[in-house]
């Protein structure tokens, strides 16, 4: 059914958004927000990285030095992460609605005995959901550059950079 599709895109990026496997040592990281201001980043050996809206990184408890570069990309980090946060939340209420849409289509088209009306409305509803699902993958894109930007100019933040071009890849393919 077409509700299918934006569901479950929307499941796995919430799910991609949240953690993902590193295969080298089988540990994973996942970004939780601490409050308006603040990300951490958790680390399966137990090693947290935390971001801020201005720009600051502490790992591990111990604040980061950063130069002028790198505090404004762990701040786009942190805007980039919000982002994603807040499409994964608009495209799985999107895709709740739809579901929502769906059920009462039908048993409005059949009691009405008119079965046609069903896909028009739910196909409406999914396309809404369809294309907030895209802004998603492409904010997630947008989180995975600046992620690699940070990496490449912070080797500390290296562990923490786990959102590959794959993921990005599959969520566009959805």
Excluded: W
Aim: aromatic share 4%.
């Amino acid at each position: 059914m077409i509700i299918v599709k934006p569901l479950c895109l929307t499941m796995l990026m919430m799910a991609a958004a949240a953690c993902s496997a590193e295969s080298e040592n089988d540990s994973f990281t996942h970004l939780t927000p601490i409050d308006a201001h603040h990300f951490a980043l958790h680390r399966h050996d137990g090693s947290d990285a935390v971001v801020s809206s201005n720009g600051e990184l502490t790992i591990d408890g111990k604040s980061v030095s950063l130069n002028p570069v790198q505090r404004d990309l762990v701040a786009r980090y942190f805007a980039g992460a919000t982002t994603v946060r807040d499409d994964a939340l608009a495209t799985g209420l999107a895709g709740a609605g739809t579901a929502l849409t769906a059920i009462g289509s039908v048993a409005s088209g059949l009691a009405s005995g008119e079965p046609d009306k069903i896909g028009p409305v739910v196909e409406a509803k999914a396309a809404q959901v369809e294309a907030k699902a895209e802004k998603l993958c492409a904010d997630l894109g947008a989180l995975a550059a600046t992620q690699n930007s940070l990496a490449d100019v912070l080797a500390a933040f290296k562990p923490y950079a786990t959102i590959e071009q794959k993921e990005v890849a599959e969520c566009h393919r959805g």
